[in-house]
């Protein structure tokens, strides 16, 4: 997670494809822990600091108007940048809801249910 001292390498080096959000969210406290930053990474602190990496996020489509799905206009260094940002942004979102005790794939999977059921598919 950027901002918060550096080392923003040290989290995972290595090409992971089928890791878990829990496995994600063990690199991050642990990450965390070796640095001492736990004292700060209280809910409040870690949703100011996911809002500020949207904003970052944001930033990168500013200017740019509607583009195209899979933003075949991009320069390679505008869409590592754009990785780069959405991960910020995961990084915190998952770090906040360790933090908070709070299982995101049970929640998103029940969020989709409930949306399945408030949103049905139009039948024509």
């Known amino acids: 997670m950027g901002g918060e001292g550096g080392g923003e390498g040290d989290v995972a080096e290595e090409k992971v494809m089928d890791i878990s959000l829990k ?17 700060y990474h209280s809910p409040r602190n870690l949703l100011l600091a996911m809002v500020g990496e949207v904003g970052e996020l944001s930033e990168i489509f500013q200017w740019r108007g509607e ?27 998952i770090r906040l809801a360790d933090i908070c005790g709070i299982d995101l794939v049970d929640a998103a999977t029940k969020k989709i249910v409930k949306n399945s059921i408030k949103y049905p598919p139009k039948i024509c």
């Open 23 to 39: 496995d994600l969210a063990k690199k991050l406290e642990e990450f965390a822990k070796a640095r001492d930053w736990e004292k």
């Open 67 to 93: 583009v195209d799905k899979g933003l075949p206009n991009w320069e390679e260094s505008d869409k590592e940048h754009l990785g780069e940002e959405l991960s910020d942004v995961l990084l915190y979102l």
